[in-house]
Every structure is written in structure tokens, then in C-alpha cells.
């Protein structure tokens, strides 16, 4: 992270608070903060980036147990290191579409057709993209990276707004399906994001959420060095504090699951911790040339809906 993000004359901190017990509830520290502000640019804020166990002090709330961040990089910082972020996962697309539309397809399922499907979050749109392959009559994205919707294809380019995602962008009542995928975990305010969400979802309508899960088997093993705590993190969500976020927010009919990700053999790898058996595993993935093999796996995310009551 050598890059300093020259537009910003000074990076300003600012405290955070639980969004579903208000700013009245107290808060005991998880992990102390091991960033420095000349650390922050549009690299650190940049979509899969290798984890580099870089993070802001993390907290619990005591009322909840929703973690957060606390104190953060102010929203205007936050909004213009994510809109000079860099795009850099093409290897990694195949499997996150798989991923995505996995969930996708049981929503479908549940849900029967969807024509208006709203993607907050959609980098260079490779999910709208599926989503009109299976179907979906009209896709629409916002994304606030300038340089992963500069790389959008042709097809769904035009589908994409170049925006950090806010109420007005969008008319009320007006899709059938509102997704977020690996982006509940960044916003500096979820609660207002989420209800922008529901203003969009028209009656009936339904949100799906594919995110961290701080309570998986991963994150309680590797605690700090998980990859999950990391400085893109404003909030880390259990499906317990999931739950309750959603419903707080007016969803009905919440549900909250376990989820399985589609990633190759080098790229999980990436994500362990540096040290002797990341090594070792590291040396036994390459000679039996197995890097470029892709599993399902329950790496430690959850995958949460709700529905917008009639
Ligand atoms: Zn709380």
C-alpha cells in the first residue's frame, strides 16, 4: 500500500454506532486498531484485494453483538478512496458468478419469475450479466468504482449507474428483487443503505444479502488474522445481528443461512494467514498442481432475505 490518495488533503476519522441500538449503546473492544491514516488509499478499498490483515479497531456492541469498526475513515474519504478503487479480480469471476447465482436460482425458485432486478454493488456487472441469461427481463447496477464499470461489457454497461447507492436514485416500488453481494460488510451506514433497499423492492418484493459471517468456524479460529477483519470492513454480522438489522429496517419474513462459495484452491490459500503451514499448504497445492481447481466450501459467509410486507 504504498499509493497515497493525493485528492485528499487530510483523512478524518469519525466514531461509529450500532445501527439497530443507537448511538446510547455501549461498546467493548474485540481487537485493537493496527492501521496508521497513511495506509488508507483506493488500493486498500479495492474489491478482493489480497488480505492484508489491515484493520480499524473493532468493537461489539454490548446491546446486540453486532461488530463494527470504530472510529473509521469519514464517509466523504470512504466514498472517494472506493470510487478511485481498482478493479482486479477476472480470475476470480467465473466462481463468483457460480457463487451468485446459486443463490439467485433458490430465490427464483422460492420466488417464481423475476422481471426488475436491482444489484447495489455490481463491480463490472458480471452478475446482471448472468441474471439475463437466466432470465431476469431488466437488470440494473450501481456500482461507485469508476474503473470496474469502465470494464463492464458492452451488454450491461449501459444498466450500470456510477454512484455510491442512495435512496433517490431509484423510484419507490419498483423491483422485484434487490441483491448485495459482499457489500453489507463495507457501507459506512448500513440501516439507511437498507432502507434505501426497501424503498426501491416494490410490496412483496424481496432483498438478498450475501455476506461475512463473524461467528463461522473460520473467523472463530483465525480471530484478528482472518481475512474478515480487515479495514473494508465497516461491520461484521452474525446471523443473529443479521437478523435483527432486517427486521429493524421493516423486513418480514427474514431468513438467514449458512452459504457455500465457489473459489479455486490458489485463491483460498491467499486468504490464510502468512506462516509455516500457509506454507506448507501453499507447497503441496502447487506440486500437485491443484491451483487452478475449484471447490464449494462453507468459507464462513451467510446468506440473508427478506421481504418487503404487502
Ligand atoms: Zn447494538
Not at 485493537?32 to 492484508?52: C, G, I, Y
Not at 419498483?174 to 424503498?199: N, R, W, Y
Not at 462459495?261 to 506448507?280: D, F
Amino acid at each position: 500500500m504504498t499509493e497515497r490518495f493525493e485528492e485528499l488533503s487530510e483523512i478524518r476519522f469519525v466514531r461509529t454506532h450500532c445501527p439497530i441500538c443507537g448511538d446510547e449503546a455501549g461498546a467493548r473492544e474485540l481487537y485493537p486498531a493496527n492501521v496508521q491514516p497513511q495506509d488508507l488509499s483506493p488500493s486498500t478499498f479495492s474489491a478482493r484485494r489480497k488480505p492484508d490483515r489491515v484493520h480499524y479497531r473493532v468493537v461489539v456492541c454490548t446491546g446486540c453483538g453486532l461488530a463494527r469498526a470504530d472510529p473509521v475513515v469519514d464517509t466523504v474519504a470512504l466514498m472517494a478512496f472506493y470510487e478511485a478503487s481498482h478493479f482486479g479480480y477476472v480470475a476470480q469471476i467465473a466462481d463468483l458468478t457460480a457463487t451468485y447465482r446459486a443463490q439467485f436460482a433458490r430465490v427464483a425458485r422460492s420466488r417464481g419469475p423475476i422481471n426488475k432486478l436491482l444489484e447495489v454493488g455490481c463491480g463490472n456487472g458480471f452478475f446482471l450479466k448472468e441474471a439475463l441469461r437466466m432470465g431476469v427481463a431488466e437488470v440494473c447496477g450501481v456500482e461507485a468504482s469508476r474503473e470496474a464499470v469502465g470494464r463492464a461489457d458492452p451488454d450491461v454497461k449501459d444498466k450500470i449507474i456510477t454512484s455510491p447507492f442512495t435512496g433517490d436514485l431509484f423510484q419507490r416500488d419498483t423491483f422485484d428483487l434487490v441483491c448485495l453481494f459482499q457489500v453489507l460488510d463495507h457501507l459506512p451506514a448500513p440501516a439507511e443503505t437498507l432502507k434505501a433497499c426497501f424503498s426501491a423492492l416494490r410490496p412483496g418484493g424481496m432483498i438478498l444479502s450475501f455476506h461475512h459471517n463473524l461467528t463461522a468456524v473460520s473467523a472463530r479460529v483465525l480471530r484478528e488474522r482472518s481475512p474478515i477483519i480487515d479495514v473494508e470492513h465497516t461491520f461484521l454480522f452474525t446471523p443473529k445481528t443479521t437478523r435483527r438489522l432486517l427486521e429493524t429496517v421493516g423486513f418480514g419474513t427474514v431468513s438467514v443461512r449458512p452459504a457455500v462459495n465457489r473459489h479455486s484452491v490458489e485463491y483460498l490459500v491467499s486468504l490464510l494467514p502468512p506462516g509455516a503451514v500457509t506454507s506448507v499448504i501453499s507447497r503441496v497445492a502447487s506440486s500437485m498442481r491443484l491451483g487452478g481447481l475449484s471447490l464449494w466450501l462453507p468459507i464462513g459467509n451467510t446468506v440473508a432475505t427478506g421481504v418487503k410486507p404487502s
